[in-house]
């Protein structure tokens, strides 16, 4: 996107046309002129007596849209109608006949200029009022990240300060392509990602070579933006992403800026992050601390004061980015007196030197820039300058909101009603919604919100719609409406933008929830709440979709009880689970929590295949906290409930659930059964299956599993076979959770065929997804898989605290499925080191623990470990029972390498 042009601002007869204001004023009185009208009358004053082709005004005043020539002439004989001009004897624009229109007005010097926006440069070409160093400052960060040295600098100050006019006149001048992405105020978590996938799209718009580069580099960030995609790409993709770990958007938005940057420098520009996403905080970060180059200054700012009285995420960030000078802060303050003068002689040039006017305004505004233009407007709207130091007081309100208040109750009534509703509706609101809530006409409330627009002070037209000039504008009209009003105005922009999100426009469903719950539908709101935490999980955004099912289930009270309830809380509480386990782990207490309420939900609910998928992310809560009859029963849940089009889907979901669950209590040959039903139906599915609905990816989980049943069997090569097609599967994949199961199972399997050299490898993989990737679940398992390497290769004592430590680590995410295992691996540490007590103890208790959950997989090993002791004690009639018993618990499960082993070590005992 290029650079925006800085505003024009010019005088040609009577007129003054201001481009920053949108308006054209004729004798200090507003001229009324559509919006198109007006780009166009900018679009030929810009180039004063050229000739400017019907096709590049086309392309200026539409933005590349598809219209028709009669358009054009349309609005050229609005302009012209606006000016009194007569196209056959023009005195401001002539036309080229066939090829287009020149403008030929004659410029003349201004006595008082229209408001610029506050302590902005009325001439275009100095810094504003005040900011010169500022621009400095950015001016080098800028030279910087040409050079390829990113840079993140923040401007940082209070509402109305004047962070928005610097951010502009930067963005005019600074020579380089701009993206603009703008937090929005929301209620509740925000849209992940949302001011970087405005950016995105609007370069993308520009520029269509980054649509290939987010294909090959960012397929995850394509998924986001649907209309670059065909239909059939966006299934392919989906399809492909299944199960995305969120750090994946974050390495692959690092990649995109790294690779886009090396073709032309970036200016990123992200307005109001007070109010930004976790989502997108996290990205800042990401970007932040990489060090590989890129030509990128992301331009920052927030309201500091807001970020401390919210505790908001940037907030703790802010401070380790500058104290590791990472990131710079620009911190913007209000005007000093001699600058307030600057600002007043620019906007009123016969206040030029008034001393008492300027100290009396500074007094009291505090010199802020947002006030002092308010002030102003207020005082030249009641007649002018005079006498002001001896006045101010008595008629101007001592704040920004009294003032704006007072501007307000002059407006006509209808006026008044469309600003209360549009301030209802956010910041940005879509006039279609106003319309909707007044009850009036869309065509005449467009219309008169577009001459709001011109005024230039309340206003502004976007892309999408309009929005307020300034938040704290916003603000004061919200805050002279009602309780009741407010929520009979949400309850009607709700209704509103649901018939336009029918209609295939962007509607934000964290947006839609916010107003159904303050316009009192709760039932509509928790509904858009569950839609808004199935989007953020899409975006792999686990953070904002556990805020959203917060939200949503906290109001749930509010809602009548009834089906329709019980259905929605299904939703939220499975969305809730996913979420947490996405945080977390599958086994930790608030996913335990969620999925827990969901199973009980389903026994109130009849069988579908929905609430079937909600149960498979409870079967691995369960199994991961050791409930393998509870697993079982789930199972059962799960292919009872398999129908429609996911009927083999859910069939191999509890395929995979029955294996999991028999492989921990011992029962390998129902394992290997099951297992080997549930890979075939994965082979008959083939790309047909729905991926996107597991957990884990269940051809990598089923083969793991499946190569760690075969092994105590005595199949050792089929065994080896399945967990090495496992790991290079999950290789293949774009998500690390199947990665770390079969690192996680190849290295028990390596563990148990005693190779020291092979497991470290399966360590090390564990290693990278846990300190790179924030994999919290693969630090266990890497913990004590390094802690027994370390034992075989002669460092005992480091190895019992790895094994400790890995134990610990799994008891605090509350996963007991095979800790009896690692609990057996610390007993043969705790022998190499010669502490025999304390390893009779510690397979006492993993016996004990095996008892509780039924899980039987590691008691013969147990036994074998705990005979072993009791020989080389001495303790004879000890050790024959426990060979016994460890045999006969190996023949019972048809364990050969089991028995094999009992035997071997029964052998090597002196007689």
Same mark, same amino acid.
């Given at each position: ?39 166009? #009358? ?8 050229? #000739? ?200 692959? =938005? ?87 003068? /600057? ?94 809530? #007044?009850?009036?006409? $869309? ?34 009209? #919200? ?54 935490? $199935? ?54 207490? =608030? ?33 991961? $906290? ?8 789930? =199972? ?17 979901? /509890? ?120 994999? /919290? ?135």
């Amino acid at each position: 996107m290029a650079p925006p042009r800085p505003p024009l601002s010019l005088r040609f007869d009577d007129f003054v046309l201001e481009e920053g204001q949108s308006r054209l004023l004729r004798a200090d009185s507003a001229v009324a002129l559509p919006p198109k009208a007006l780009a166009l #009358l900018c679009a030929l004053a810009r180039r004063p007596g050229q #000739l400017v082709r019907k096709d590049a005004l086309l392309d200026e005043a539409w933005g590349h849209r598809h219209v028709s020539e009669s358009v054009l002439k349309t609005t050229i004989s609005q302009l012209r109608a606006a000016l009194g001009d007569d196209a056959k004897h023009p005195r401001y624009i002539e036309t080229a006949s066939r090829h287009g229109y020149r403008f030929i007005g004659v410029p003349a010097a201004a006595a008082i200029v229209p408001a610029p926006a506050p302590g902005a440069d009325a001439s275009g070409g100095d810094a504003p009022i005040g900011r010169g160093a500022a621009v400095e400052r950015l001016q080098r960060a800028l030279e910087a990240a040409l050079g390829g040295q990113r840079r993140i600098v923040w401007l940082a100050g209070e509402a109305g300060v004047g962070k928005t006019t610097l951010v502009e006149h930067f963005a005019a001048r600074c020579g380089v392509r701009v993206a603009l992405g703008q937090c929005v105020q929301q209620f509740g978590a925000g849209e992940p990602y949302l001011p970087m996938l405005e950016a995105l799209a609007a370069l993308c718009r520009s520029d269509p070579a980054l649509v290939s580069l987010l294909r090959s580099v960012a397929p995850t960030w394509l998924l986001q933006l649907p209309w670059l995609c065909t239909e059939g790409e966006r299934a392919a993709l989906q399809q492909q992403l299944a199960g995305v770990h969120p750090d994946r958007m974050l390495r692959e =938005a690092g990649e995109l800026l790294d690779r886009y940057t090396q073709q032309a420098p970036l200016v990123l520009v992200t307005e109001d992050l007070h109010w930004s996403d976790h989502a997108t905080v996290r990205l800042l970060e990401h970007l932040a601390r990489r060090r590989t180059p890129a030509r990128l200054l992301w331009l920052g700012s927030f309201r500091s004061a807001e970020l401390e009285a919210e505790n908001h995420p940037l907030k703790g960030l802010r401070h380790e980015l500058r104290l590791h000078r990472l990131a710079e802060e620009l911190a913007l303050e209000p005007f000093s007196e001699p600058e307030l003068a /600057a600002y007043l002689e620019r906007r009123v040039p016969r206040a030029a030197g008034a001393q008492a006017l300027v100290h009396a305004l500074h007094a009291h505004t505090g010199g802020l820039p947002l006030f002092v233009a308010n002030v102003v407007d207020e005082l030249l709207a009641q007649g002018g300058l005079e006498d002001l130091p001896l006045r101010i007081a008595d008629r101007v309100p001592d704040t920004l909101a009294g003032v704006v208040e007072r501007q307000f109750e002059r407006l006509p009534a209808a006026q008044q009603a469309m600003l209360e509703a549009a301030a209802v509706h956010g910041v940005e609101f879509r006039p279609d919604a106003v319309a909707a809530a #007044l009850q009036a006409d $869309r065509h005449e409330t467009h219309a008169a919100l577009e001459a709001l627009a011109r005024r230039g002070q309340w206003l502004r037209e976007t892309p999408a719609g309009f929005e307020f000039r300034h938040a704290l504008v916003r603000h004061a009209v #919200l805050q002279r409406i009602g309780a009741a009003g407010r929520s009979r105005l949400h309850a009607r922009i709700a209704g509103a933008l649901e018939r336009l999100r029918e209609a295939g426009a962007a509607v934000a469903a964290a947006e839609l929830a916010s107003h159904h719950e303050r316009g009192q539908q709760p039932l509509a709101a928790l509904r858009c709440y569950g839609d808004a935490a $199935r989007a953020a999980l899409g975006r792999f955004a686990p953070t904002e979709a556990a805020q959203l099912t917060e939200r949503a289930l906290a109001l749930l009270p509010q809602a009548p009880e009834g089906l329709p309830r019980l259905e929605l809380e299904l939703a939220l509480v499975g969305q809730r689970g996913l979420a947490c386990s996405m945080l977390e782990t599958f086994s930790a207490d =608030a996913a335990r929590q969620a999925f827990e309420r969901a199973l009980q939900l389903c026994g109130q609910l009849p069988h579908t295949p929905q609430r079937a998928w909600v149960l498979s992310g409870l079967g691995w809560v369960l199994y991961s $906290r050791g409930d393998y009859a509870a697993a079982h029963t789930l =199972a059962g849940h799960i292919e009872r409930s398999s129908a429609g089009p996911d009927a083999t889907a859910l069939q191999i979901s /509890a395929c995979n659930l029955r294996g999991l669950t028999f492989a921990q209590q011992g029962d390998w040959r129902s394992a290997h059964r099951i297992l080997e039903r549930g890979l075939a139906l994965c082979a008959e599915q083939g790309d047909a299956l729905p991926l996107a609905r597991f957990v884990i990816d269940p051809r990598v989980s089923m083969r793991a599993v499946l190569g760690l049943a075969l092994l105590p069997l005595g199949v050792d090569e089929a065994a080896s076979a399945l967990c090495d097609e496992a790991l290079a599967m999950a290789q293949q994949l774009p998500e690390p959770t199947p990665l770390m199961l079969a690192l996680w199972c190849g290295g028990m399997l390596e563990q148990r065929l005693g190779r020291a050299a092979r497991v470290r490898e399966h360590v090390r993989g564990l290693q990278r997804l846990a300190l790179d990737l924030g994999l /919290a679940a693969a630090e266990g398992p890497a913990l004590w898989l390094a802690g027994w390497a370390e034992v075989q290769e002669g460092d005992p004592r480091r190895g019992l605290a790895l094994i400790a430590e890995g134990i610990a680590h799994h008891r605090r995410s509350s996963r007991l499925a095979g800790l009896t295992h690692v609990m057996g691996c610390a007993a043969e540490a705790m022998l190499a080191v010669g502490d025999t007590a304390a390893a009779v103890a510690q397979i006492e208790q993993a016996l004990d623990l095996g008892r509780q959950l039924g899980e039987q997989a590691s008691t013969a090993d147990l036994l074998l470990l705990r005979a072993r002791t009791a020989a080389a004690e001495g303790r004879h009639g000890d050790a024959a029972r426990d060979f016994d018993a460890a045999a006969a618990e190996a023949s019972a499960r048809q364990a050969r390498r089991i028995e094999a082993a009992v035997a071997s070590a029964r052998r090597a005992l002196p007689h």
